[in-house]
């Protein structure tokens, strides 16, 4: 079974700046890893995932994580942050043989500040 | 909008009582999952739906349970309400069983169970 943990429950940071969500994943088996987004009162929605491949993956507005096998992570980073990535992240894994049910982490609030 | 719809988005019930959740897939979408989001548990996998057949179980009680119709919306059905099982209760959909497509979350229906 896999387990996920988001070890930031709460991350502020001022506009502009730059942010690290951290990730990390146990499983004896090889993944896949998605991070999600929740914006206040909505459904979440997929950011990026990681399938194979080049272990960095983007998304469209400047999100990326980078999955690190020898230290199980997928941190998701954005060099500059606007107000309106304030939002719950989400990171989540499956196991990449069965590619059954996703996993989620407990999440991270990010707020963005002006 | 991501295409999937749920029904009610707001259920006031007193415990004891018994619910139930309908969701509609996007259209072409062939799977159906449902997850159980609170403060205390974070966002949970209940059950997932593939073309009508149950297709992977996560920790759904067994006073729960879901099915999916031929036209393939999906109703989760919840009874002997008790205070805890007040949540957000999110229906997501994908093209079909395998973890590594996108999945799309409706906006959620809000229990609460007095």
């Known amino acids: 079974a896999q387990s996920v943990t988001q070890l930031d429950s709460q991350v502020p940071v001022f506009e502009e700046a730059p942010v690290e969500l951290r990730c990390n994943y146990s499983?004896?088996?090889?993944?896949?890893l998605f991070w999600y987004v929740q914006y206040p009162n909505q459904g979440l929605q997929l950011l990026l995932k990681y399938l194979s491949g080049s272990t960095l993956v983007e998304s469209i507005n400047g999100f990326e994580a980078e999955f690190n096998k020898s230290q199980t992570s997928f941190h998701l980073r954005k060099p500059s942050v606007h107000i309106s990535d304030t939002a719950e992240y989400f990171c989540a894994v499956s196991d990449a043989g069965s590619a059954r049910q996703l996993t989620f982490g407990s999440g991270t609030q990010l707020t963005v500040l002006p | 909008d991501s295409g999937v719809t749920q029904t009610p988005k707001h259920l006031i019930t007193a415990t004891g009582q018994r619910v139930t959740l309908r969701c509609s897939p996007r259209s072409g979408d062939l799977s159906v999952y449902w997850y159980q989001q609170s403060l205390d548990q974070g966002l949970q996998f209940l059950i997932q739906y593939y073309n009508g057949e149950e297709r992977a179980k996560g920790n759904i009680l067994e006073r729960f349970s879901a099915q999916q119709f031929p036209d393939l919306h999906s109703e989760l059905n919840l009874s002997s309400l008790e205070l805890g099982d007040s949540a957000l209760y999110f229906c997501a959909s994908s093209a079909d069983y395998a973890s590594f497509n996108e999945q799309f979350f409706g906006p959620g229906t809000r229990l609460t169970v007095l």
């Open positions: 499983s004896s088996v090889s993944v896949y």
